[in-house]
């Protein structure tokens, strides 16, 4: 597995967990200077805190840059399998979609090395894993939670999780929840998605009381067919071992 695949995860996760601990003051200034370039400036804000290169928002500048992961020690050929995509609606409906991604089988482990340079100023090992540990808890009571479990789901336990792969969905990949009360959050992502999937009713996510509307499943096939289990795609638990 690349290991810049679980670095775009940590950097969803940690700009969370800023955007969450900022005060009503900072969320307000971090709303006008969203209307330029939402995502890119807010990261620009919280995260370029380096002073390496002249533009602020060049990438060295970056205290994720003082971060590196490894790709993943190897995988054994059985840890992979192909598991259809299924879109899951608030009351539990399944949409099965004829579209197949690789995936790795539940339960796999898969071990990364994380180096952290003395750059990266508060983004130690401790701050880091309290991030990943904040972030189960909101995204399960923020997102996950206001969807019912479709029938013979697995009910997923988010302490110490993130969201992890492209067919993981919005909450992922996107820091639009974070820092904004709920409210104001469901009518901007409402919007938002309205706009970029017009054919998919995004109009109605706010009396839904959820956007975007559908969670991310699939169901695994045990080899041999001995069983199946559906469960939400890209939740993977974390844990940290430092080493000297």
Same mark, same amino acid.
């Given at each position: 597995?690349?290991?810049?695949? =679980?670095?775009?995860?940590?950097?969803?996760?940690?700009?969370?967990?800023?955007?969450?601990?900022?005060?009503?003051?900072?969320?307000?200034?971090?709303?006008?200077?969203?209307?330029?370039?939402?995502?890119?400036?807010?990261?620009?804000?919280?995260?370029?805190?380096?002073?390496?290169?002249?533009?602020?928002? +060049?990438?060295? +500048?970056?205290?994720?840059?003082?971060?590196?992961?490894?790709?993943?020690?190897? =995988?054994?050929? &059985?840890? $992979?399998?192909?598991?259809? @995509?299924?879109?899951?609606?608030? *009351? *539990?409906?399944?949409?099965?979609?004829?579209?197949?991604?690789?995936? =790795?089988? &539940?339960?796999?482990?898969?071990?990364?090395?994380?180096?952290?340079? &003395?750059?990266?100023? @508060?983004?130690?090992? *401790?701050?880091?894993?309290?991030?990943?540990?904040?972030?189960?808890?909101?995204?399960?009571?923020?997102?996950?939670?206001?969807?019912? %479990? &479709?029938?013979?789901?697995?009910?997923?336990?988010?302490?110490?999780?993130? %969201? $992890?792969?492209?067919?993981?969905?919005?909450?992922?990949?996107?820091?639009?929840?974070?820092?904004?009360?709920?409210?104001?959050? $469901?009518?901007?992502?409402?919007?938002?998605?309205?706009?970029?999937?017009?054919?998919?009713?995004?109009?109605?996510?706010?009396?839904?009381?959820?956007?975007?509307?559908?969670? @991310?499943?699939?169901?695994?096939?045990?080899?041999?067919?001995?069983?199946?289990?559906?469960?939400?795609?890209?939740?993977?638990?974390?844990?940290?071992?430092?080493?000297?």
């Amino acid at each position: 597995m690349p290991g810049s695949s =679980l670095k775009g995860a940590l950097r969803t996760v940690i700009l969370t967990k800023m955007l969450r601990d900022a005060g009503r003051e900072e969320f307000l200034d971090n709303e006008r200077i969203a209307k330029k370039n939402p995502a890119a400036q807010i990261e620009i804000k919280h995260l370029h805190t380096l002073d390496r290169a002249g533009e602020k928002a +060049n990438a060295l +500048n970056s205290v994720m840059s003082a971060l590196s992961i490894s790709d993943s020690a190897p =995988l054994a050929q &059985p840890s $992979l399998t192909l598991c259809r @995509k299924i879109d899951v609606s608030k *009351g *539990g409906y399944e949409g099965r979609l004829n579209i197949a991604r690789e995936c =790795l089988c &539940p339960g796999t482990e898969a071990e990364f090395i994380l180096t952290l340079k &003395p750059e990266s100023g @508060k983004i130690d090992a *401790g701050y880091i894993k309290k991030a990943v540990e904040e972030f189960g808890g909101y995204y399960s009571r923020t997102y996950a939670d206001k969807f019912s %479990l &479709p029938q013979g789901a697995v009910k997923e336990d988010f302490s110490n999780c993130i %969201l $992890l792969g492209g067919g993981c969905g919005y909450f992922g990949k996107n820091i639009l929840y974070p820092g904004r009360d709920y409210e104001s959050a $469901l009518r901007l992502a409402a919007a938002l998605m309205a706009k970029k999937y017009a054919k998919h009713k995004h109009e109605g996510d706010v009396e839904t009381g959820v956007s975007p509307h559908t969670l @991310k499943y699939t169901e695994y096939i045990e080899p041999n067919g001995r069983g199946s289990v559906k469960c939400q795609m890209g939740i993977c638990r974390v844990d940290i071992e430092e080493r000297a």
